[in-house]
């Protein structure tokens, strides 16, 4: 593939309502938009990473310096031999930055597919042409103010709740739904590495509540502690940061660590290392469901034709555009249903809207190759 410019676009965009995690609240999405220039097509991504390192190392001044010093040079060292295929592999002698490496592969991918005409669904796999739509609820203020929120998003068709927790606001919240919504809804939690081994008692306190799964408890290096907590707690254990290769999945399962899997294709530096957790999980009999990062109709598209392989067969974060945004970078994900429907276009087959981006944009790089 020729290439021939790279433009990053750093953009703030509004929430449309504060989100709140046990690692910090958030009322703007700040991220990188990258656009593949070719001869013939244009490839479209952005950065899961946020302004601080709190969900993971990576953060967004950092990502600029690892795609400019370190990451581009050696795509760019490829000349036209380069392919998405071979991205992984340049990049491979970089420790670390999935996120700026998924960003990079991400836009050459769906440049390269939108030259041969094929979808991200059709090139990753999807066998489904729409996928069930879970959302995430941030921490709030009060036990009211959750459940209107969760009534409003049962309201509008969502599949599955899942509720952020922390030390200090977990098993009211999840009693208060269960007590107000019924044994029916499908409610998870996610902990965002809040607690440790010394909590194990206070978390079996949750079993009782028959949750789907318990996202990452406790810090992403301890598998051996989550292998721990599975054993004196019923809830299964689902692991989000912790994963970041399809090796790191094959350890997990191996250790009795998780028994379900939260793929993020940014955490594991593209879509093809997503491909690959979503089969070494299947080769064990082990679910996987799409994670989120807050993403603008760019990543989510992606995201949801992740999401149409066959061993999703977990609701995922693939939220409607609104979730988060009244005004989405492309044409905005509607839930039909509680379904979001695989796009079918070539590449990520949504068109970003120049004015949508144009709005948000607060500044932009031109890299030419
Ligand atoms: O842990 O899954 C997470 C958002 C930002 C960082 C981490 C996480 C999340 C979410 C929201 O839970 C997922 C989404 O709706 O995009
Ligand atoms: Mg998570």
Redesign the pocket.
């Known amino acids: 593939m020729h290439i021939e410019a790279i433009d990053f676009y750093r953009v703030r965009i509004p929430l449309v309502s504060a989100?709140r995690?046990s690692f910090g609240t958030s009322t703007v999405r700040e991220t990188t938009i990258a656009r593949v220039t070719t001869a013939d097509a244009e490839g479209w991504a952005e950065c899961a990473a946020d302004p601080y390192p709190l969900?993971s190392s990576e953060f967004l001044d950092g990502s600029d310096v690892v795609i400019r010093d370190h990451l581009l040079p050696r795509l760019q060292a490829l000349g036209d031999s380069l392919t998405a295929e071979r991205v992984g592999g340049a990049l491979h002698p970089v420790k670390g930055h999935p996120m700026s490496k998924a960003l990079l592969e991400t836009a050459i991918l769906d440049a390269q597919l939108k030259q041969d005409g094929v979808s991200f669904g059709r090139y990753l796999g999807a066998v489904n042409d729409r996928v069930p739509a879970g959302?995430?609820v941030g921490i709030m203020g009060s036990i009211a103010e959750l459940l209107d929120a969760v009534r409003g998003y049962l309201d509008e068709g969502y599949l599955r709740i899942?509720l952020?927790i922390e030390p200090g606001w977990d098993l009211a919240p999840v009693r208060a739904v269960r007590e107000e919504f019924g044994p029916d809804v499908l409610l998870q939690v996610?902990a965002?590495t809040a607690y440790t081994l010394a909590d194990a008692r206070h978390l079996a306190k949750l079993d009782p509540f028959d949750l789907l799964l318990m996202?990452?408890p406790m810090l992403e290096d301890d598998m051996l502690g989550h292998a721990a907590l599975a054993k004196l707690i019923t809830t299964p254990i689902c692991l989000?940061e912790s994963i970041g290769s399809a090796r790191d999945a094959a350890a997990a399962i191996a250790l009795g660590a998780c028994s379900i899997i939260?793929v993020k294709p940014a955490r594991a530096g593209g879509y093809l290392e997503a491909r690959r957790i979503h089969d070494v999980a299947a080769a064990n009999g082990v679910p996987v469901w799409c994670?989120?990062?807050?993403?603008t109709g760019i990543g989510r598209a992606a995201n949801v034709a992740l999401a149409g392989l066959p061993n999703f067969t977990l609701p995922g974060?693939t939220?409607a555009s609104s979730?988060?945004y009244a005004h989405d970078l492309t044409a905005p994900f509607v839930l039909d249903d509680g379904h979001l429907a695989v796009p079918t276009g070539p590449g990520i087959g949504v068109d970003v809207l120049p004015e949508a981006l144009d709005e948000v944009t607060v500044s932009r790089t031109t890299i030419t190759w």
């Open positions: 989100f995690t969900y959302v995430s899942k952020k996610d965002n996202e990452q989000d939260n994670g989120g990062m807050l993403e974060d939220s979730r988060y």
